[in-house]
C-alpha cells in the first residue's frame, strides 16, 4: 500500500524524470514529502508562470517531458501562461496541479476551480485522478500524450485527499515514444518530386528533431545543394555558416528570402505547422491551395492539410523522416547551385549587423563582439520584444540545441528559461536577452538562480519602453503615446541586492569589459545596456516610423 503521493513520485522515477521546477502549495504536501527520499532535484521557483516556463525549457533542450508542480487557484493560472508556449512551441510538459479535496468539488472551495474547462485551449489533454490505484495510468497517459504526434502540454490535477490516501497499485512503467515512419513509396515520390524541380527550398520546424536527424538533413541539403531556410526561432535547426542555409523564415524576414520563397517551384516543410509568423501572415504559401509543390511532413496527422492543401503529406516525425533520406542522392549536380550559393550570400549580408545608429550604445557592435567571444555551444535565451531583433537577425546559431525562445512571442520567457538551461548544462555558457519590460515579467527568477549558484549573463536592453508595442503605436497612432512608457529600477544595482554580478553599460566601448567581468564572477549576473528608444530596430528609429 502506497499514498497517492508517493505514486506520483514513484511514476515520474520510473519515467527518468531528474528534476521538477514548482512553486509549493499544501494542496500537494504529499507529494512533496515523497520527493524527499528520491534523487529527483526539486527547484524552487518565486512564481509559477517562470517554474512552468523553466519546465517549457528544459522540454524544449531535451526533448523529453518538462515537469512542473504547483498549487490550485492562482497557482495554476500563473502556470498556464507557460502551458500557453509548450502548446504553440509543441513542446512536451507535464504540469501536476494540486486540486480541492474530493468532497468539496463543485462548490467553488476556496481557490477551486474546474481545470479540465479552464485549460483544455492550452493542453493536449486535461485529466484529474479521483483514485490513487489508477495513478500508474494517469501518468503513463500523461507522458504518451505529451510526446506522441505533436508534442505539447498535459495537465493532471490532484486532489489533496486522494494524494494521502492509500492504494494498492501496479509498479510504474516508463513510457514508450510512438514513432511514426514515412513508407517507401512517398520516400520514392518525395525523390521524384525534388529531382524534378528547378526552384526547391527547404524549410525546417517543429520539434522532435535529434542531434543525429539535424546533422543527417545538413548532409543530405549538402548532397543536393538545397537551400535551407529555418521556421521562427526554430534557427538552431541548421548551421547558419553552412553554404547552403540560406537564412530565418519569421518575423521580420529577409525580403530576398521572402520573394524566393514565393517564387520557389517545390517546398519542403519538415515538422512545422508553417503558422501565422513564419508565413508573414500567410502571405509566403497560399491557403489552402499552395502555388508551389508542398511536400509537408509532420508528425500529427491532424495537421496534415488543417491550413495548407499538400501535394504529398507524410506523417512521420523529422527523425524519422530524416532518417529515410539517406540513400537520397543526385545523380549529378543540381542545376540549383547557383542559386543555393547566392542564398547564402544574402543571408550573410543581412545578418551583418549595422555599426552605428542614434544614441551612444550601438547594438551592432555589441552583436560582433559577443560573436566573436562565445563559444558555438553558448546556449541563448529571450522573451518576446523588439530587443530580441538583435539576437534572432544577427546571432548566427551553429549547434542544435543552443536556442531556448518561444515562438509564442511570450514575455518573460528568457530569464527562466536560462536558469533552466544552466541546471541542465552547468558546463555550458547561457547568455539570456531581455528587454527592460520583459524582464521584469519573470525578474524574480533570478532569486532562483542565485539559490542553486547558476551563473548566467542576463542582458537587459534598457530603452523605458515596452518598444514593440511603441512601435506599432507610432505607425498607427504617430505622436499620442499612450501606456508604453516605463520606469525602471537600477538593474545592476538589482543583481546586486539579490547577490548576483552587477554592470551598466552606458557607452558601446564599455560593453566587452563589463561581460568579461561577468563572465568572471562566477556569479548570476545582469548587464544593463541603455539603449536610446530610437534605436527601435535595425534600420529605422523611431522617429522615422512616426513620420512615416
Known sequence: MKTGGQLIV?????????????????????????????????????????????????????????????????GATNASAGLHVARQDSIPLILFVGQVQRDAREREAFQEIEYRRAFTEVAKWVGEIDDPARIPEFVTRAFAVATSGR?????????????????????????????????????????ALLAEAKRP???LGGTRWSAESVAEFQRFAERWHLPVGCSFRRQMLFDHLHPVYAGDVGIGINPALATEIKEADLILLIGGRFSEMPSSGYTLVDVPYPKQTLVHVHPDPGELGRVYRPDLAIAASPSDFVAALGTLSPAAEPGWSARTAAMHAAYLRWSTPPETGPGVVHMGPIMNWIEANTAPDTIFTNGAGNYATWLHRFHRYRRYRTQAAPASGTMGYGLPAAVAA???????????????????????????????????????????????????QERDYPGRVSATDLTNPDFAALARAYGGHGEIVERTEEFAEAFLRARASGKPAIIEIKLDPEAITPTRTLSEIRNG
Open 201 to 203: 527550398l527547404a524549410i
Open 151 to 191: 508534442p505539447g502540454p498535459v495537465v493532471l490535477t490532484l486532489p489533496e485527499d486522494m494524494l494521502t490516501e492509500s492504494a494498492e497499485a501496479p509498479a510504474a512503467r516508463p513510457y514508450q515514444p510512438v514513432e511514426s515512419h514515412p513508407g517507401a513509396s512517398q520516400i520514392a515520390r518525395f525523390a
Open 422 to 472: 544552466k541546471h541542465l548544462h552547468p558546463d555550458r555558457e547561457v547568455v539570456c536577452f531581455a528587454g527592460d519590460g520583459c524582464f521584469l515579467m519573470h525578474g524574480q527568477e533570478f532569486a532562483t538562480a542565485i539559490r542553486y549558484e547558476l551563473p548566467i549573463i542576463v542582458l537587459v536592453i534598457n530603452n523605458g519602453i515596452y518598444g514593440t508595442i511603441r512601435m506599432h
Open 10 to 74: 514513484e511514476a515520474l522515477v520510473a519515467n527518468g524524470v531528474k528534476r521538477v521546477s514548482c512553486v509549493p502549495g499544501e494542496s500537494y504536501l504529499a507529494v512533496l514529502d515523497a520527493l524527499y527520499d528520491t534523487d529527483i532535484d526539486v527547484v524552487v521557483c518565486r512564481q509559477e508562470g517562470g517554474a512552468a516556463m523553466m519546465a517549457d525549457a528544459w522540454g524544449r533542450l531535451t526533448g523529453e517531458p518538462g515537469i512542473c508542480m504547483v498549487t490550485r487557484g492562482p
